[in-house]
T-cell receptor, first 114, second 112 residues
Framework: ETGVTQSPTHLIKTRGQQVTLRCSSQ?????VSWYQQALGQGPQFIFQ???????GRGNFPPRFSGLQFPNYSSELNVNALELDDSALYLC?????????????FGNGTRLTVT | GQQLNQSPQSMFIQEGEDVSMNCTSS?????WLWYKQDPGEGPVLLIA?????ELTSNGRLTAQFGITRKDSFLNISASIPSDVGIYFC????????????FGTGTRLTVIP
């Protein structure tokens, strides 16, 4: 069983730039969600994708957007990067239709905005 | 966003000792989860709890879903060096929904 994989592992961007992070869900999982984890904090929910549509969103501005593809992989896009966007971005997958299906996380992408 | 209150913030214990940490919320959750996170890695699921009052074990780990549905605790028995890491509780309002609310974390250090 293949776990959640994310790329790249590390990324450095400049304020105002745009970034795309990628995630492959765990085998058999059809739902993907993204979390932002600032240093020393717990992860915060950004949004969730199911059947290629966003179906849940946390308290993040519209410059955070995403996509889900037919193979259930996903992208997180962040426009107009700000210094406070520096964080570990975690992708997690699950399959809620199969009953109890807790989230399984990838190892994240460490984004640094300078 | 809402964060759960987790305590203690950090713990230093001797190898072999038992550990207890807990998590409280002002809101009711239908699912409680406990994760461990090592440096440079994502959170790894330890235990999932789905019913108020439920007590579940996973090896040396035991967790309980509080009766009020507003709290949970995690115990680790006979700690070993590889237990070092940050432990997070997470609450889920709707079982299967992916918007978890995470605690602030408990950093565990085990002294050999």
């Amino acid at each position: 069983e293949t776990g959640v994989t994310q790329s790249p592992t590390h990324l450095i961007k400049t304020r105002g730039q745009q970034v795309t992070l990628r995630c492959s869900s765990q085998s058999g999982h059809n739902t993907v969600s993204w979390y932002q984890q600032a240093l020393g904090q717990g992860p915060q929910f950004i949004f969730q994708y199911y059947r290629e549509e966003e179906n849940g969103r946390g308290n993040f501005p519209p410059r955070f957007s995403g996509l889900q593809f037919p193979n259930y992989s996903s992208e997180l896009n962040v426009n107009a990067l700000e210094l406070d966007d520096s964080a570990l971005y975690l992708c997690a997958s699950s399959s809620p239709g199969q009953g109890k299906s807790p989230l399984h996380f990838g190892n994240g992408t460490r984004l640094t905005v300078t | 966003g809402q964060q759960l209150n987790q305590s203690p913030q950090s713990m230093f214990i001797q190898e072999g000792e038992d550990v207890s940490m807990n998590c409280t919320s002002s809101s009711i959750f239908n699912t409680w989860l406990w994760y461990k996170q090592d440096p440079g890695e994502g959170p790894v699921l330890l235990i999932a709890l789905y019913k108020a009052g439920e007590l579940t074990s996973n090896g040396r780990l035991t967790a309980q879903f509080g009766i009020t549905r507003k709290d949970s605790f995690l115990n680790i028995s006979a700690s070993i060096p590889s237990d070092v890491g940050i432990y997070f509780c997470a609450g889920q309002r709707q079982t299967g929904a992916n918007n978890l609310f995470f605690g602030t974390g408990t950093r565990l250090t085990v002294i050999p």
